[in-house]
T-cell receptor
Framework: GAVVSQHPSWVICKSGTSVKIECRSLDFQATTMFWYRQFPKQSLMLMATSNEGSKATYEQGVEKDKFLINHASLTLSTLTVTSAHPEDSSFYIC????????????FGPGTRLTVL | DQQVKQNSPSLSVQEGRISILNCDYTNSMFDYFLWYKKYPAEGPTFLISISSIKDKNEDGRFTVFLNKSAKHLSLHIVPSQPGDSAVYFCAARPEGNQFYFGTGTSLTVIP
């Protein structure tokens, strides 16, 4: 099946710094990618929809100025957590829908962010 | 507001027996449902899906049942194997590509 990669897999940063997370579709093109956040023992919460060539669509309650999303190409979307704080510590996962408009989504392995 | 709920956070089953994972939803507009399997520190992987026009879909040891009137779906794994031990998420969507996920059920299959 299709592969989605994320980099880095784990990042630890100091409070106040910015962290960039990359999401790549390795063998297919994705005009749309999704960014999710998962807190411990909680469900995956959709944060935003990343659209190639246009602005991302953010879910209600997600600060777009804090979570900057850039869909630079058909295979790359980046999420930048700006001025990170300890409460931003979480597991961030991206996904891309199957090519051709299928119902399946392919998920990246996730990035664990720890803000000290 | 949690539109997709998995009320059992964990489940333990003996190897060879049936595992039944349950999921309830509130939005009657959901038309497509999926189950994902997730290992620690990994992204979810697709397991099986079902459209709202069906009430059952089977793929090998995995069967998903959908009861639209009750807004309930379940995943049956039979026979359960130790390698099935993981967290299982159900997900649902109204239309388009946005999915809503349940909180997950951690399945442990005891050898």
């Amino acid at each position: 099946g299709a592969v989605v990669s994320q980099h880095p897999s784990w990042v630890i940063c100091k409070s106040g710094t910015s962290v960039k997370i990359e999401c790549r579709s390795l063998d297919f093109q994705a005009t749309t990618m999704f960014w999710y956040r998962q807190f411990p023992k909680q469900s995956l919460m959709l944060m935003a929809t990343s659209n190639e060539g246009s602005k991302a669509t953010y879910e209600q309650g997600v600060e777009k100025d804090k979570f900057l999303i850039n869909h630079a190409s058909l295979t790359l979307s980046t999420l930048t957590v700006t001025s990170a704080h300890p409460e931003d510590s979480s597991f961030y996962i991206c996904s891309a829908p199957a090519a051709g408009g299928g119902n399946e989504q392919f998920f990246g392995p996730g990035t664990r962010l720890t803000v000290l | 507001d949690q539109q997709v709920k998995q009320n059992s956070p964990s489940l333990s089953v003996q190897e060879g027996r049936i595992s039944i994972l349950n999921c309830d939803y509130t939005n009657s507009m959901f038309d497509y449902f999926l189950w994902y399997k997730k290992y620690p520190a990994e992204g979810p992987t697709f397991l099986i899906s079902i459209s709202s026009i069906k009430d059952k879909n089977e793929d090998g040891r995995f069967t998903v049942f959908l009861n639209k009137s009750a807004k309930h779906l379940s995943l049956h794994i039979v026979p359960s194997q130790p390698g099935d031990s993981a967290v299982y998420f159900c997900a649902a969507r109204p239309e388009g590509n946005q999915f809503y996920f349940g909180t997950g059920t951690s399945l442990t299959v005891i050898p």
